[in-house]
Nanobody
Framework: QVQLQESGPGLVKPSQTLSLTCTVSGASLTDNSAHWSWVRQPPGKGLEWVGAITSSGTTDHNASLKSRTSISRDTSKMQFTLQLYSVTPEDTAVYYC??????????????WGKGTLVTVSS
């Protein structure tokens, strides 16, 4: 059974850095075709893909957030991490980590964490 668990502070002040960690069990971060992803959902809005780190360690980012995001991993701890810099209240959202299986030109998310609410406020 693959499980993902987000952790990190629930409140971040504007202009600071949001840091979240996803701990994975039941799978390897180096599994072929797996893209370990961050997805967020602002209050009252739809899901927004933030970025991902692949099985080989390369990263991909939402173009609108690319200049402010960093994704890394620690395979020994089975964790991958999101950092979002210079946050504003518009970054307030429930943040999910998820596994995406890439199949050919497409793919699908098959496992999700429960999500963690991060509020950006002074």
């Amino acid at each position: 059974q693959v499980q993902l668990q987000e952790s990190g502070p629930g409140l971040v002040k504007p202009s600071q850095t949001l840091s979240l960690t996803c701990t994975v069990s039941g799978a390897s971060l180096t599994d072929n075709s797996a893209h370990w992803s961050w997805v967020r959902q602002p209050p009252g809005k739809g899901l927004e893909w933030v970025g991902a780190i692949t099985s080989s360690g390369t990263t991909d980012h939402n173009a609108s957030l690319k200049s402010r995001t960093s994704i890394s991993r620690d395979t020994s701890k089975m964790q991958f991490t999101l950092q979002l810099y210079s946050v504003t209240p518009e970054d307030t959202a429930v943040y999910y980590c998820a596994r995406r299986r890439e199949i050919g030109a497409g793919g699908f998310f098959d496992y999700w964490g429960k999500g963690t609410l991060v509020t950006v406020s002074s």
